[in-house]
């Protein structure tokens, strides 16, 4: 936008000369789109401002011409995108510059919100539909997401409108029909329906948290497909795990693609055909997988949703007599194809999401056959680095990376943790749903993963504080926790976290704290917070309290709303 000015970002354009230079430059690196906005000097409040945001139709001529003047000597060509701004501006200055300029493009923010906590950025449908009536022969596209996806009581949108309705929210073990979350967005759909034909579906088929996980939703696939039919669905983006090693990703593109140019084809007819094909002789026993997979998720009762984890369903379609039948059909799958290397490394690569399984509820399981989990960790690591796997989540995160930290967070070495089985008291509780778990969990002696479905105890909004009781005086010399980095799920590193020390829980002397730095990144991380003394103290209980973020920052696109910070166990040796 332009708000930020040069006193925060030097290199910000504000006349028609900067603008035109740095567009031919970003133009020259690769970009296909410049989105302008532009700038003037004014008196706000007493007060000149030096690159002040305008939609002054004189400054948007000077710098599209500029633009387009020095694209044709540079030889450059750029699609031009000029901003239509907020309710802040009288509608006839949020249009003029489209019709004299006529850019390719032109943005347009769909509803209203509170920008950035500073001013109301209203975007209403009526205004949406003076761009339609003044464009008549351009397509304007809105997204009908989440607060937005109801549709209005008092407007109908003009033909050329196109509403994107997108169903993030909704379960994906049973068609939409047949969930409470699905039934909120038909209901939404059928609305839009009723007031336009102009729609298009934007669909999930993916698992963000953890591709490389079984994601058993072929059965609704055609259900569904229908369902955006029969409702004026004429486009359908189905962003499903697609990524490479992800479950059935080459056979979900087929399937998902097939379906969408004709929705009354039989998805297990095209799964077998797809099969036989891809599979050879091992395709009998993938089939039989999958079937017993879909059948193991509707007995367990358990949700599938796009930020799913194997943990969830450990004790429904993932629970361990299922899992060794699953791999008792990969080992006849392999012995069927063992002469045929392209076919063997399929099911192989096949095989991934369900040995992804089996690490990761290992790892929650304090009783476990250690060498068959090193071996599945060892023959997990050797295939994703043989087969080329990138990521395992939306995050990037390597599976390399996952088989390195699984080693040093999930692998038992000897246990002096002190705190093993020690009692929570909770002075600054946290959320609802974790203070009987955290009670446990903090102090379990397992660690937990990128999908924060077990193990871990979270705040919202708040500090937090506890203390922990380990039963009498012991004499130790380092604390420390450990914390979650996910900003996709709003979960922030804490700002910092205090440890003190007591022997009669009245009396406290300060151990130490940890500051946590400003985290940005983007894949999950898993951060711990030590401190060690320059001599070993004596003391029964230890206290730590942890300040949080408590709402997400300006860089965040949560900002303004309350974000977590999530620990999962506390180490005292």
């Known amino acids: 936008g332009a708000g930020t000015k040069k006193d925060k970002a030097p290199t910000v354009p504000y006349t028609a000369d900067e603008l035109a230079e740095q567009i031919v430059a970003c133009a020259k690196l690769g970009a296909s789109i410049a989105h302008i906005h532009v700038r003037e000097d004014k008196e706000v409040d007493g007060v000149m401002q030096i690159g002040y945001k305008s939609m002054s139709l004189q400054k948007f001529t000077e710098a599209v011409e500029k633009t387009r003047e020095l694209c044709k ?71 009908a997401y989440l607060f937005t996806m109801q549709p209005p009581k008092h407007v109908k949108p003009l033909p050329n409108v196109n509403i994107m309705l997108c169903d993030i929210d909704c379960d994906r073990e049973v068609p939409l029909t047949d969930n409470a979350s699905g039934r909120e967005f038909i209901e939404a759909m059928e609305g839009w329906a009723a007031l336009s034909d102009n729609i298009f579906v934007w669909d999930y088929g993916i698992n963000f ?75 009998p026993y993938i089939y039989q997988y999958e079937k017993l997979l879909e059948g193991a998720l509707l007995a367990g009762g358990q949700r599938l949703w796009i930020y799913d984890s194997p943990v969830s369903h450990k004790d429904g379609m993932l629970n361990a ?7 008792e059909l990969f080992d006849c799958a392999e012995r069927a194809v063992a002469g045929d290397s392209v076919l063997l490394r399929r099911v192989r690569l096949t095989r991934l999401p369900l ?26 690591e050797k295939y994703v680095t043989q087969f080329g796997v990138k990521t395992l989540n939306e995050r990037n995160n390597s599976p390399q990376e996952y088989c390195r930290l699984y080693r040093e967070r999930y692998l038992p070495a000897e246990n002096s943790n002190l705190a093993l089985g020690a009692r929570i008291v909770w002075i600054d509780a946290p959320a609802e749903k974790y203070r009987a778990s955290g009670e446990k969990t903090l102090t379990d002696g397992l660690f937990g993963g ?49 440890y003190s020390v007591s022997s009669d829980n009245a009396d406290w002397t300060p151990f130490g704290q940890v500051e946590f730095p400003e985290d940005q990144s983007v894949p999950v991380k898993f951060v711990p917070a030590a401190v060690t003394a320059a001599q070993p103290v004596r003391a029964r209980y230890v206290k730590v309290e942890i300040e949080g973020v408590k709402t997400c920052p300006p860089w965040h696109y949560g900002v303004g709303c309350p974000c977590w910070f999530f620990l999962d166990e506390v180490t005292v040796k």
């Not at 003029?96 to 500073?118: G, V, Y």
């Not at 399984?357 to 960790?377: H, P, W």
């Open 209 to 283: 948290d953890n591709m490389v996980a079984p994601f058993p939703n072929f059965p609704i696939l055609k259900p569904n497909i229908g369902l955006f039919r029969r409702n004026h669905a004429t486009m359908h983006f189905s962003q499903i795990g697609g990524s490479y090693g992800g479950d059935f990703s080459e056979m979900r593109t087929y399937v998902v693609a097939k379906l969408m140019w004709n929705p009354d084809q039989d998805t297990d007819s095209l799964m077998l055909r797809f099969m036989r094909g891809y599979y050879g002789p091992a395709a």
């Open 73 to 143: 000597k540079e030889g450059v060509d750029i699609i031009i995108n000029l901003t239509t701004s907020g309710g802040e501006y009288e509608d006839y200055k949020r249009l003029q510059h489209l019709s004299a300029l006529k850019p390719e493009m032109c943005s347009f923010d769909p509803n209203t919100l509170n920008w950035a906590n500073s001013y109301i950025f209203e975007n209403s449908p009526r205004f949406l539909n003076k761009l339609a009536e003044r464009f008549p022969d351009k397509e304007f596209s809105t997204l």
């Open 355 to 380: 040995m992804y399984s089996n690490l990761e509820i290992a790892r929650t399981t304090a009783d476990k056959d250690l060498g068959a989990v090193v071996s599945e960790l060892d023959a997990f």
């Open 321 to 327: 007599a299922c899992r060794k039948r699953y791999g």
């Open 450 to 498: 990128a999908s924060f479905v077990e193990s871990w105890t979270g705040w919202e909004g708040k500090d937090g504080a506890f203390v922990v009781d380990l039963g009498r005086d012991v004499a130790f010399s380092t604390v420390e926790t450990d914390f979650l980095h996910q900003l996709g799920q709003w979960i922030l590193l804490p700002r910092s976290v205090r």
